[in-house]
């Protein structure tokens, strides 16, 4: 198959990347360098057709001034070295909370912990010459690295906001990259380790893989997005979320703080079964229903998709646009929670109890109101941008999906344009 293929050649050449960087150390399953090499294989391409089709290392957005001669001086070498000194502290700061968070070093996030203490010394030694390189073509280089490195120096002309901004931006780069890492090399091994034969000639086999790959392919972007918070690719974090409500709602989605995990006070699945299970004696609709399921998993890849390089929880990276957020403005919170309520289907339990059935479905209801929680949280944020203020009224007249829940119509609003 040609996905096997493409698996063996990232293996072979993340395994050779990682043995001169030490990673050779971390993974003794070839799963683990499969999927690094997936995630390499997805960014690339993605950052040659950004710059050489999209160009977006022009974009105004950027804050970058190409025409700039790229003069050094003194100054500008005092702002950088600053800059460098406020860098390697957040990194430090998060290396700190890495190390005394114990859930890091249990379970899958002990591979990501691994990899990042193989890649410290090279991110370190690779930020001095990038953070040279680009102050000189900078338009404003004293970013919020720079106050940072300017208030831990006791220097003058520092602004708190932009320290607390900087720092906001960098603790969901930390917390999110490090989740995204962790979970990679599992979903790999789930796609592998199928039964082909199986599934070749059972639908319900079939519907579950391909809603494994699906969920895979939403993780190798997700991981990209996290990875590439780069200005050259206006990419970077213009701002990260400033309420605390938007922290609440979607830190409860995640470990070590997920609710809706096993066991918490979420967790819609006791005295529950899946629905191949309780359409086991209904052939013809266990099909049509695991299909829809792969569908709107497709969606929900589809919404990681559309993001490109820009994906990221709690920042504003730009305002999308086009695919599913031309039908609604939360696709992948939408698409989740149908999935969840038709393959869960919490009305229905092992028990027979009508006490468990309602508890289940009330469950799943605050479950959904937790991300409608989270979307409003977001929408808040993001409304700070005029460009998405317009986005949100265009949809409110012309999204397919986004009208069904407008209760009030709305004076017409021009034609959304991306921030770019």
Not at 107 to 124: I, N, T
Not at 149 to 177: C, D, I, N, P
Request: with cysteine.
């Amino acid at each position: 198959m040609w996905i096997v293929g493409a698996l063996t050649f990232g293996v072979g050449w993340v395994g050779t990347l990682g043995a001169a960087l030490g990673i050779d150390r971390i993974a003794a399953d070839p799963v683990a360098y499969a999927a690094l090499g997936s995630i390499i294989a997805c960014g690339i391409p993605m950052v040659i057709w950004s710059v050489a089709i999209d160009r977006v290392h022009r974009n105004a957005s950027s804050g970058i001034d190409w025409t700039a001669p790229g003069q050094s001086n003194a100054a500008l070498r005092e702002i950088s070295i600053t800059k460098l000194c406020g860098l390697w502290a957040t990194w430090a700061l998060i290396a700190g909370i890495y190390c005394i968070a114990r859930w890091y070093w249990r379970g899958d996030y002990r591979f990501a912990m691994e990899l990042f203490a193989a890649m410290a010394v090279p991110l370190v030694l690779v930020s001095i010459p990038y953070v040279l390189w680009l102050d000189k073509r900078l338009i404003e280089p004293r970013d919020g690295a720079w106050h940072l490195g300017a208030w831990l120096t006791g220097q003058g002309g520092v602004e708190l906001e932009a320290v607390y901004a900087h720092l906001r931006s960098w603790a969901v780069k930390g917390f999110f990259l490090a989740f995204m890492v962790s979970i990679v090399p599992g979903g790999f091994r789930g796609l592998l380790s199928a039964n082909f034969a199986l599934i070749q000639t059972d639908p319900v086999a079939l519907a579950i893989w391909l809603i494994n790959l699906m969920f895979v392919i939403d993780v190798a972007f997700a991981t990209v997005g996290y990875a590439l918070t780069l200005r050259p690719l206006d990419s970077h974090i213009r701002s990260a979320m400033p309420h605390a409500a938007g922290w609440t709602a979607a830190l409860i989605c995640y470990p070590p703080f997920a609710l809706m995990y096993a066991g918490g006070p979420l967790d819609y699945h006791p005295a529950s079964a899946e629905w191949n299970t309780w359409l086991s004696d209904h052939p013809a609709l266990m099909t049509v229903v695991g299909f829809a399921l792969v569908i709107l998993t497709g969606i929900y890849a589809w919404a990681t998709v559309a993001f490109g390089i820009r994906f990221s929880n709690l920042t504003h990276r730009g305002i999308i646009t086009h695919g599913p957020y031309a039908w609604t403005k939360h696709p992948a919170y939408l698409s989740k929670n149908a999935f969840w309520w038709l393959a869960g289907l919490p009305f229905l339990t092992t028990t027979g109890s009508m006490v468990d059935a309602i508890r289940n479905t009330a469950i799943l209801a605050v479950v959904s109101g937790v991300y409608y929680w989270r979307g409003k949280t977001e929408e808040r944020h993001l409304s700070e941008d005029p460009a998405y203020r317009d986005y949100a009224a265009w949809m409110a007249e012309n999204g397919v999906i986004t009208r069904l829940f407008t209760w009030r119509r709305r004076a017409p609003a021009m034609e959304p344009q991306a921030a770019e």
